[in-house]
């Protein structure tokens, strides 16, 4: 079977053709190049006809990944034509497009277990406060759309959850760490935060088992409580909050 004759993704395209993924995406809003719609921003792509459609334009491009910092920064508008692609999620990082894989299943067992107690908590202090997880857009800043694991809106700041996104900084946000997501949690999205204020935010490492949670404090974030292993964490600021890590680990 010829390989140009079959759909590829938009990545495979680029890879092939050694253009940016961003160029791939502005040639397929202005129709230079021929694409198959699947669903909802999901394209694919032949490279024969593609090559066809370009003809004489120069391909290579000598850029760099696209993960990397773009010409200029891009906003949520421009997100929002990003072509869906399956097995990965996008979010923008001060103007900067990042691309990472789905969740693994150690990922996702620890942040469905957390959510769970999460959600019992915060209904007993506050019941018109919300707990939401990704796949949410939320856009604490300009040139930011991020998509936390899990995150909780209090019932005083339901104006910043539109029909979309929320609109502004949620009151906690939880990242669980993943190889790939690590140096970003800790680095980018942290420094993201404490711009943004946002009051706390915590790190779930499901490898390592361990949970740490920091609180905003003069522009700074502090780490006010941890645990590892089987350890309890209790919460200085969540009375009555109690979290039995060993849950978080466990199938």
Aim: charged share 30%; net charge negative; glycine share 4%.
């Amino acid at each position: 079977m010829d390989v140009n004759k079959e759909l590829i993704t938009a990545q495979a395209l680029a890879e092939a053709l050694d253009l940016s993924v961003e160029t791939i995406w502005r040639y397929t809003r202005e129709d230079k190049i021929p694409c198959v719609e699947l669903g909802s921003r999901q394209y694919r792509y032949k490279l024969d006809d593609v090559i066809k459609a370009l003809r004489g334009d120069v391909f290579r491009e000598n850029t760099a990944p696209y993960e990397t910092k773009p010409v200029k920064k891009l906003t949520y508008q421009e997100y929002l034509d990003i072509p869906e692609e399956p097995g990965y999620r996008f979010e923008i990082l001060d103007g900067m497009l990042i691309k990472e894989p789905s969740p693994n299943v150690m990922h996702q067992r620890a942040s469905r277990k957390l959510q769970r107690i999460l959600e019992d908590y915060f209904w007993e202090v506050d019941s018109e406060g919300e707990i939401f997880n990704a796949p949410l857009d939320v856009t604490p800043l300009d040139y930011n759309v991020i998509q936390p694991d899990i995150f909780y809106v209090t019932g005083e700041q339901q104006l910043i959850v539109k029909d979309t996104r929320i609109d502004g900084a949620p009151e906690l946000i939880v990242e669980i760490l993943s190889p790939s997501s690590r140096r970003k949690d800790r680095l980018q999205k942290m420094q993201i935060y404490q711009r943004a204020k946002v009051k706390h935010y915590w790190l779930v490492d499901p490898q390592e088992k361990t949970l740490e949670c920091f609180a905003w404090h003069d522009g700074v974030y502090a780490l006010v409580a941890s645990g590892m292993d089987e350890d309890v964490v209790e919460h200085p600021n969540f009375a009555g909050l109690s979290i039995k890590l060993k849950s978080l680990w466990s199938k």
